[in-house]
């Protein structure tokens, strides 16, 4: 787990870049091999913090449909990843979700979380997408995938209780810039000097290692 909450969303507002996701894949390259083009990024995947799905839910009686209607709900994940074709621009292949162990959150919690998860993503869905991105069709995947990010004070039952259920994990700690920024108390009103990326920018390098 990270001992501050301070920690937990400098690693929620770090890994809504895409740039970002790619640096954290590379620690767990099964999940990296499946990124459709390394040439092109920006292109190949979108990150979405904090994800909403729209779940169809449909009631029978006498097996005959009665009711359909739509859902809006938020999932238990902190970051929904999603792959894209860079050429065709449509969603493929497999999702991720990314679970950032919460201050205060034990083995327990951040596997009902995944399971919760699997529960809703297991059928009749389409993800809520960001406006720049919603031209991107976004139904359900073929697979859905779970990455779990703890720090260097998550416990150690956490980390043997996922390695145990055969779940991928990595330790990780936030870009400290982010952290220092918090610590210093920087002013709401000043604005940002770092811009945000382009909608679908090409990246100049394959380079995987």
């Known amino acids: 787990m990270f001992a ?18 790619i640096e ?25 913090p904090l994800p909403l799905i729209i779940r169809r839910i449909e009631e029978y009686q006498s097996g005959k449909l009665v009711q359909s209607r739509s859902e809006v709900t938020e999932l238990p994940c902190d970051v929904g990843i999603l792959m894209c074709d860079p050429e065709w621009k449509i969603k493929i292949g497999v999702e991720i979700c990314i679970f950032i ?9 951040l596997l009902r979380r995944w399971r919760r998860t ?16 919603g031209h991107i069709m976004s139904d359900a995947a073929d697979e859905v995938l779970p990455l779990f990010i703890g720090g260097v004070n998550t416990p150690e039952r956490v980390v043997r209780g996922l390695r145990a259920a055969a779940l991928p994990y ?19 009103m000043e604005p940002s000097s770092t ?15």
């Open 4 to 21: 501050k909450k301070s920690e937990y969303e400098a690693l929620l507002a770090q890994y809504s870049d895409h740039h970002a996701v």
């Open 101 to 109: 162990c919460r201050p205060s959150e034990d083995f327990s919690d």
């Open 24 to 48: 954290l894949l590379k620690k767990f390259r099964p999940y990296l091999e499946m990124v459709p083009s390394m040439r092109r990024p920006g292109e190949s995947l979108i990150s979405i």
């Open 170 to 188: 990595v330790q990780q700690q936030p870009d400290s810039s982010l952290l220092l920024a918090d610590e210093q108390g920087a002013s709401p």
């Open 118 to 133: 699997q529960q809703m993503l297991n059928d009749g869905y389409e993800w809520v997408m960001p406006r720049r991105y």
């Open 195 to 209: 811009e945000l990326p382009e909608a679908m920018t090409s990246e100049p390098s394959d380079a995987v290692g």
